[in-house]
């Protein structure tokens, strides 16, 4: 099982859109906008997708 941060900007200070930081526990933060972007990410790090370059 792998453990993942996620850190959400606020809705104030992002204009509305969702943005934030997708962590895995002992790896580098990767920055995210929008929905498709987050989701692209969750499926990377369950293995059901290519890494994101």
């Known amino acids: 099982m792998r453990t ?3 850190r959400l900007v606020e809705p104030e200070q992002s204009g509305g859109q969702l ?3 997708v962590e ?3 790896g580098e933060p ?3 906008a929008g929905t498709e ?4 990410l ?3 790090a369950a293995g ?5 370059t």
């Open 4 to 6: 993942l941060i996620v």
């Open 19 to 21: 943005r934030g930081l």
């Open 24 to 26: 895995e526990v002992g």
């Open 30 to 32: 990767v920055r995210f």
């Open 37 to 40: 972007e987050i989701v692209e």
């Open 42 to 44: 969750l499926l990377a």
């Open 48 to 52: 059901l997708k290519e890494e994101p």
